[in-house]
């Protein structure tokens, strides 16, 4: 919840007025926060708590062959058939504002181990619109075309003013 939180802070805390107003930042790998004594220890992750107001799912993509490896939710939430796909169609569902500043983000990465994080709004044919929080980090490009990024995607469980829910709890 505290993730959420300082996602929705960085974009403003508040609902934006506008769609496409969206968060896009990037730091090299040893300019990110350092982790807070004890931070990643189980007990101080409430996991019940993040599956209340969202679905999180990671997500992997090679440099060497250039496939992203998504999990179940997150293929279905960006509309495609299968699990793997490149980085052109997992981004073609996101909102025309943000494709382009998707792609500049997901490309320095692939430059410079990095640290990174997003937000747009996946927009479906049927017209729903999902929220997205993205964060991650690549790694290994020392030697040309090799490396990799892993993350997660953080689909939010509230409807957008005018659309329908996609994520909701089971």
């Not at 007025?17 to 990643?40: Q, R, V």
């Not at 994080?117 to 040309?144: A, D, V, W, Y």
């Amino acid at each position: 919840m505290i993730l959420f939180l300082c996602v929705c802070r960085v974009c403003g805390g508040a609902a934006a007025p506008e769609l496409g107003n969206a968060l896009f930042k990037i730091a090299k790998a040893n300019a990110a926060a350092p982790l807070m004594p004890g931070s990643l220890d189980y007990n101080n992750h409430n996991h019940e708590m993040l599956a209340q107001f969202s679905v999180s799912e990671s997500w992997i993509g090679d440099f060497s062959t250039g496939v992203i490896r998504l999990g179940e939710w997150s293929a279905m939430l960006h509309g495609l058939s299968a699990q793997e796909c490149g980085l052109l169609s997992l981004v073609r569902c996101y909102n025309t504002k943000d494709r382009n500043h998707v792609l500049q983000l997901f490309e320095q990465a692939a430059t410079l181990s990095s640290s990174f994080c997003f937000s747009t709004t996946i927009i479906m044919p049927n017209g729903f619109r999902q929220p997205l929080f993205c964060m991650g980090e690549s790694n290994g490009l020392e030697e040309k075309y090799s490396g990799s990024m892993v993350g997660v995607f953080i689909f939010p469980r509230f409807k957008l003013e005018g659309t329908s829910q996609i994520a909701s709890r089971q």
